[in-house]
């Protein structure tokens, strides 16, 4: 099963290799992680996808909760909660392929951040299947180069990851 | 009062209530060994290899309860420490492991002695800090104090640069009384309502078997598993790591279990319908095969750490919390619903059991020939017994040996490395203990292998008149592994005779020791007793044991607890019962 966990961090230098050498360390997958400092400078956020059956998962919770510098924890994939991912993609535009790209992004409602005169770069959040969609979309050689962010997630509704709930 | 960063370690040591220091210096540290020349309240001990400084500190933590305190400096000093820092890592020990590391202008650029001590100690510490500045050692130690012997100890390394230690910059000291972590809470209380749930399953239970290990020990929980136990009348049995917690030679106690354990003790796990495990942490060395793992018991487990629930076996009422105070809740739980556990049932289980140790799975082939390993641990036992007496030990055949035929009476008196089985543990670890209770003897049993991992630290027993009674049984192999290799690889021998071996007798000598050479059993008892008469001096005494005995019971890897080899002295018969 694949699971998205939110977890919220001393922002101190070596905290996240803390978090990454527990997975190499014992045998755990990381599918991708994100993390970055939140509107709290002495906190970040980290979002982390895992894969594993559910003795596996409730190990890497408890594993991850022993760390002294995991504040916080919660388990996304138990609850609603909404997945964005951010991917940048530079294409092959030229001729008439260049209305047909800008076409297929407005499709998916990406945005055209960098032009040359046979290339764009597109911008575009969404779900990782949807950015999935859209490189499948475009034909095979059209792909210059895709950088993604790993999904971020967030509960739906009142519940929330911070300090005081 | 304003004092520089190498003082502020010194006084936060002396504020934190610390009387030893085990350690080693090197540039790295050369201003707090300064620091530590100009006082007298901390006591350091040179040792002869950062290893034993770790192992030492490691002794007197496991004896007393309270931290040991390492110093070392940076690169080859730090690595050195590494083995001792992993083996308290992995049993659990409180233990504080100061770093000195190159200044922090040049971190990070190869510079001489320099290693990522914080990356190489990261998968075998509890916590670990870089201090950067001058102002945060006072807090750093504080919290370094508090991780480690709170909730489930373990050791915490801080890495100190030179310049942070810097005799020319001075700051106002101010130790912090108390510290708070948002990150860190540990559990104290057990919630009562599990706590419930397990009296209930107990009381029902018809096949009970308490199981308990090292949590015991640290979390000091003795008092309450005892009173307990006998009040149930259930069977006990426990872990390498749990020995004396209860007192082994009282009637209840079914001796250890898992791969080296009893007959009984093993047969009781398998045929229990509920298993009480304390303080254990059901490692593989224990469980065997975890598909046949007592396969017919509901499982309580109290531990203080949840990630230790439900690990490797799925348990049915996880109890989190200190073993005293959940035991303590357990017992005031029973009085007040004045519940029994079932007698009829109870005196079934016994009789059973009875059967189960009827078969004396301990014994063995007496000679007047050559020394038994087990006799000598019998001896050491007859010998001891009535003393105030500690015992540490290497790794390996004689380890198991001890644990088995030694029966610890009170926890914190056998000390050894199990999680890590750490050869070269021995010798050091008792320097530690003896430093803690110099009136008490201490003694370590060791094999001719494993005591020559450590065995410069003859030289600091010397200089600090540590009169350890060494106990080398001396089987000329490395028992174990040909064990393995007799049992497993079809007797091929692959370097495991121990070849050329030192005078042992000669080596404690020119340390300024006594050492003694026993070869016939009837020499042994007498031996024993001269050398527990020398109050003062190390005895080193080189026992020529027979070179080819074997632990039993023994459960390979991987089996269940039911498929023990047994003894040959035992008729095999007995070993399908
Ligand atoms: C050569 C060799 C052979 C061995 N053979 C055997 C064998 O036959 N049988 C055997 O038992 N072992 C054997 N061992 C040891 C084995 O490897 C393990 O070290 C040992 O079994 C672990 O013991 P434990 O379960 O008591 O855990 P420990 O490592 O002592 O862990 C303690 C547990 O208690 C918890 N705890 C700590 N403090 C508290 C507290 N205050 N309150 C509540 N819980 C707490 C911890 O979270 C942890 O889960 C052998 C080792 C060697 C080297
Ligand atoms: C540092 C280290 N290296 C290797 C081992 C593997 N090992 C376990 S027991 C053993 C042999 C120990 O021999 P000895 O000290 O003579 O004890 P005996 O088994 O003969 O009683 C070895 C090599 C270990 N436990 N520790
Ligand atoms: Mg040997």
Known sequence: MRHIISILLENEAGALSRVSGLFSARGYNIESLTVAPTEDPTLSRMTLVTRGDENIIEQIKKQLNKLIDVVKLVDLSEGPHIERELMMIKVRAEGAMREEIKRLSDIFRGSIIDVTANSFTIEMTGDGNKLDAFIAALEGDTIIETVRSGPLGIARGGRRLTLTT | ?577
Request: proline share 6%.
């Open chain 2, 1 to 577: 009062m304003e004092l520089t960063g190498a003082e502020i370690v010194v006084q936060a040591l002396k504020d934190e209530g610390v009387e030893y220091v085990w350690g080693y210096p090197g540039g790295a540290v050369l201003h707090i060994y300064d620091a530590i020349f100009k006082q007298n309240d901390v006591r350091h001990i040179l040792v002869r290899h950062e290893q034993a400084a770790a192992h030492a500190a490691d002794g007197y933590a496991r004896a007393t309860g309270k931290p040991g305190v390492v110093l070392v400096t940076s690169g080859p000093g730090a690595t050195n420490a590494v083995t001792g820092i992993a083996t308290a890592f992995m049993d659990s020990i409180p233990m504080v492991v100061l770093t000195g590391q190159v200044p922090t202008p040049v971190i990070g650029s190869d510079a001489f002695q320099e290693v990522d001590t914080v990356g190489i100690t990261r998968p075998c510490v509890k916590h670990n800090f870089l201090v950067k500045r001058v102002e945060d050692i006072a807090e750093t130690i504080k919290k370094a104090f508090y991780i480690a012997t709170t909730g489930r100890p373990g050791p915490v390394v801080v890495d100190i640069p030179k310049d942070v230690t810097d005799p020319n910059v001075r700051i106002p000291y101010e130790y912090p009384q108390k510290i708070e972590m948002r990150s860190y809470n540990p559990v104290e209380r057990g919630h009562l309502g599990q706590i419930r749930k397990a009296v209930d399953l107990m009381m029902a239970a018809e096949r009970p078997v308490v199981y308990t290990g090292g949590g015991v020990v640290l979390g000091d929980g003795s008092a309450e598993l005892t009173e307990l136990v006998r009040r149930l009348n259930f069977p006990i049995t426990q872990t390498l790591m749990g020995l004396g917690a209860y007192p082994a030679t009282d009637r209840q106690f079914l001796g250890m279990l898992g791969m080296h354990g009893t007959y009984e003790a093993n047969m009781a796990m398998h045929e229990a319908d509920v298993l009480i495990a304390i303080g254990a942490r059901f490692d593989d060395r224990v469980t065997g095969k975890i598909a046949s793992f007592c396969p017919n018991a509901r499982i309580i487990h109290i531990d203080v750490d949840p990630a230790s629930i439900s690990k490797t076996v799925r348990v049915d009422v996880p109890i989190v919390g200190q073993v005293k105070s959940v035991l303590a809740d357990m017992l005031r739980l029973i009085d007040e619903l004045s519940c029994e556990p079932n007698a009829e049932a109870l005196a079934r289980w016994w009789a059973r059991i009875g059967a189960w140790r009827d078969v004396e799975c301990l014994a063995y082939d007496h000679s007047d020939e050559v020394i038994k390993p087990q006799f000598a641990i019998e001896t050491l036992y007859k010998v001891t017994r009535d003393r105030d007496f500690y015992l540490t030990s290497d790794v390996g055949q004689h380890q198991m040996f001890a644990a088995q035929f030694y029966p610890f009476d009170k926890p914190r008196r056998w000390i050894n490395s199990g999680g890590l089985g750490t050869m070269g543990f021995g010798v050091p670890s008792a320097m530690g203990v003896k430093q803690a209770f110099p009136e008490a003897d201490v003694g370590v049993v060791t094999g001719e292998a494993s005591v020559q991992m450590c065995i410069q630290e003859l030289a600091t027993c010397s200089q600090y008149n540590l009169p350890l009674k060494i106990f080398l049984l001396n089987n000329g192999y490395m028992g174990m592994v040909r064990q393995w290799q007799e049992f497993f690889y079809d007797g091929r021998y692959s370097h495991s005779y121990v070849d050329a071996l030192p005078d042992f007798c000669k080596l404690a000598e020119s340390y300024g020791h006594v050492g003694m050479r026993i070869e016939k059993p009837a020499d042994l008892e007498d031996a024993y007793r001269e050398a527990f008469g020398m109050k003062d001096r190390l005895v080193f005494l080189d026992v020529v044991i027979d070179p080819e005995e074997n632990v039993y019971p023994m459960i390979e890897a991987g089996k269940g607890h039911h498929e023990m080899h047994m003894s040959p002295h035992l008729s095999s018969e007995r070993e399908l019962a």
